[in-house]
């Protein structure tokens, strides 16, 4: 149960904790932090929490000859294919009814973009995702013919519930009056040794959450969006509150201006605070990671507890950014 555990506390809690001794992490009151937070050299992986497997297959990915989607869709496998982790893909917490529900999308450097929602049974939606980009004249494909599509590709159906879930979602029912609890995302992005920009993200959604429930991380603007030309953006934390508002896409139009990726990410929960003020109490989170074109980088988050991983060639990084409150 810890991996649930620290999903849990993503309102409240810190990553800190569980953060090793010898991890190069970087905070405010550190003179590197300015420095490292800003900018590194391509190829560059940034994505949400501490994905730093996923940063670092990506880069990998890159290294070897592969392209920045290649490198994006490979990251996003990792916790996919992760029972441990119970935000993303297999072992993922399921919907009210006991259900593991995925969604994920995709977007490369041309604009075009693939989204599954809803998918149930295959253990890596990004990669369906991407066959809706490639194979489909379709951004979104949903539900039922999702899963019906992700089959004619050559998808194999998988049980997705694992034991830790299941037992999860059975004290769950017991104990919390049906109410969904908030957990993670992967949203991730990458430039390729050709300067090329693309992001992927993908979750199990909202724990518990009402059977049918779709959030943020599938829509493009609002999970994830990238634009090759200016840079990108990924989001994770309350879907319904990113629905609201289209962070992703916001940070990207920010950076357009030259405003700078952490600066970006402040503004948009800025804005967020702005048009919801009942957040200052607390209860409710959002956090941003942004990357432009030229691999500088930042994020934002309304509470504390947030982080982001940035791997490039030389080492890999947990950065913990600013937050709203406290």
Known sequence: MKSMIKRRNFIKGSVLGAISATTPIVSRASGLFEVNKRSSRK?????????????????????????????????????????EDMSVGYGGLPDRDGIVTLDACIM???????????????????????????????????????????????????????????????????????????????????????????????????????????????????????????????????????????????IVELMRQGIKPDEACKMAVDRIMKKYPELKKGGAQVGYAALNIKGEFGGFSIDKGYSIAVSDKDQDRLIVPDHYLG
């Open 43 to 83: 190829p560059i992986a940034v994505a949400t929490w501490d994905n730093r497997r996923a940063t670092r297959a990506a880069i990998d990915v890159i290294l070897k000859g592969g392209s920045a989607l290649d490198a994006v869709e490979a990251g996003a496998r990792v916790p996919e294919a992760d029972p």
């Open 108 to 250: 490369d450097e041309f604009g075009k973009a693939g989204s599954v929602t809803f998918l149930q049974h295959i253990k890596h939606p990004i990669s369906v995702a991407r066959k809706v980009l490639e194979e489909t004249p379709h951004v979104m494909i949903s539900g039922e013919g999702a899963l019906e599509f992700a089959v004619s590709q050559g998808f194999e159906k998988e049980n997705l519930l694992t034991d830790e879930a299941r037992k999860a979602w059975e004290k769950w029912v017991e104990d919390n009056d049906y109410r969904p609890i908030n957990h993670d995302t992967i949203g991730i992005l990458a430039i390729d040794e050709k300067g090329k920009m693309c992001g992927a993200c993908s979750t199990s959604g909202l724990a518990f959450k009402m059977h049918g429930r779709v959030g943020d991380s599938p829509v493009i603007g609002a999970g994830m969006y990238v634009d090759n030309e200016v840079g990108g953006a990924c989001a994770t934390g309350d879907g319904e509150l990113m629905l609201e508002t289209l962070g992703s896409f916001l």
